[in-house]
């Protein structure tokens, strides 16, 4: 019976070996963009690689997901998700955006599947597999990047999806009720001298889908005849950026979005005017509070002009919570693979900013979700690239599958220490409810008050 220890060195072994194609995967993956519940050919890419290493798997969860199975040799034991994201951003003049959707990975999913696959591959070599108990469950899901509201929201009003989140429809879809533990990584580009980092946590956020109706007339002409639309959006953002000596600190606010659509043509008063819009922060409860702060700014705009306000409040996303065992498990693996000083762990309070739907996830069952270093440029511009995918790919896919070797070796006995210390936030029961309870449709008419 081989040692720990020796797993994990046959694992990492495993994965060097495919490291070229690990890495040709990810690179494929970037060169073919697509946003997030449309990643049809990416889901096709993960579909052939899972047939390839002959994992059992379904497909199209929540339009594109993809969810193997591959059990320890050890007998029964806890189910351990590997998560990798199928989906890009939308980045215009990205060198590798695609040129009739502007989609490009922007922010580093393609490597999460090449590591999530490079995981599968460590722990299913014949020296490993047959001494893990309980199940690894490779994971590819759609959609974390929140965007293309309005697409998505005709996705939902056609029956196909009610979550505009990858995570969230899965959880709903009832396809994370049989995982016990949930792990993955993500590249970043801010690490400093740092190869990986681990803690924190990260905003939660309700997105907003703002419509201002005027009444259209000619410019020039007759303006008087007319609601001009944009300036009831002007007005409103105004009143946005008027009360932010109400965000707390501690708060983490961030409240951002764009225009979509400004009118029809120049010479015309606008009358159909339209926002993406999202408001953040550290807490639910803060979420909520000045998520209402916002629809008061629009209702507001569109009471100056007297146009109407029509305001989709759309269920974002939850604060990430770490669970403080896998953090432990993977701060060892990580300073085991890399010099200890080039990992970095981050208190329960050091806030990124940006949002993901792992915190819904972590909210439920017990997660990770630490960072690589490997790229370079701003997170979600044009100039975010992978530049070192050894690091970007190859590392944390060694430094999950010593985890999960961890976790799942000797009876399992890492895992139902993790699972039985957990304490979720919420059931699923009580998660769906809380998201659905934030969805509504706010209607104001300024002209009527």
């Known amino acids: 019976m081989a040692t720990r220890e020796e797993l994990k060195q046959a694992a990492c072994a495993a994965i060097e070996r495919h490291s070229d194609d690990l890495i040709a995967v990810a690179k494929d993956i970037l060169a073919n963009p697509e946003p997030g519940y449309s990643e049809y050919r990416t889901a096709r890419v993960v579909a052939e690689q899972f047939a390839k290493l002959g994992v059992p798997f379904r497909a199209n969860l ?11 040799g050890a007998g029964a034991g806890p189910r351990v998700a590997i998560i990798g994201e199928l989906d890009s951003l939308i980045v ?38 047959p001494e893990l108990s309980g199940e690894i469950v490779p994971f590819a ?32 879809l009832g396809e994370f009720d049989d995982v016990d533990i949930a792990m993955m990584c993500h590249t970043a580009s801010d690490m400093g001298s740092h190869a990986f980092a681990m803690g924190g946590t990260s905003n939660g956020h309700v997105v907003k889908y703002v419509r201002f109706i005027g009444r259209a007339a000619h410019a020039g002409s007759s303006p008087h005849l007319g609601i001009n639309a944009l300036n009831a959006a002007n007005f409103a953002l105004q009143a946005v950026n008027a009360n932010r000596e109400l965000y707390r600190e501690q708060d983490t606010v ?31 409860e803060a979420v909520v509070r000045y998520s209402d702060i916002v629809d008061r700014c629009f209702r507001s705009g569109a009471l100056a002009v007297g146009a109407s306000v029509s305001i989709t409040n759309i269920p974002g996303y939850l604060p990430m919570r770490h669970d403080q065992n896998l953090l432990d ?6 300073k085991g693979l890399l010099q200890e000083n080039r990992v970095l762990m981050m208190p329960p309070t050091r806030n990124r900013g940006g949002s993901t739907d792992m915190g819904d996830l972590s909210h439920i069952i017990p997660s990770i979700h630490p960072y690589t270093a490997g790229a370079e440029g701003p997170g979600h511009s044009s100039e975010y690239l992978i530049t070192d995918y050894h690091q970007a790919v190859v590392n944390p896919a060694k430094i999950m599958a010593m985890s999960v070797i961890d976790l799942l070796s000797d009876n399992a006995e890492g895992a139902r220490r993790v699972t039985t210390s957990f304490r979720p936030a919420m059931s699923k029961g009580s998660y769906l409810n809380f998201q659905r309870q934030r969805a509504e449709v706010i209607e104001f008419d300024g002209a009527a008050t």
């Open 62 to 72: 929540a339009l594109t997901g993809l969810k193997g199975s591959i059990k320890g």
């Open 92 to 129: 215009d003049g990205h060198p590798f955006a695609a040129d009739a959707t502007r989609a490009a990975h922007a922010c580093g999913h393609h490597c999460q599947i090449g590591m999530m696959l490079g995981a599968v591959i460590g722990l299913s070599s014949s020296e490993v597999l």
């Open 141 to 172: 899901v759609p959609a974390e990047e929140f965007i293309e509201v309005a697409r998505r929201l005709d996705l939902r009003e056609s029956g196909k999806i009610e979550f505009l989140g990858g995570k969230q429809e899965l959880i709903k």
């Open 254 to 284: 961030r409240i951002h979005g764009i225009m979509t659509y400004g009118g029809q043509a120049v010479n015309s008063v606008p009358s159909d005017v339209r926002l993406e819009w999202r408001v953040r922060s550290g807490t639910p």
């Open 329 to 334: 498990v993977f701060r060892v693996n990580a």
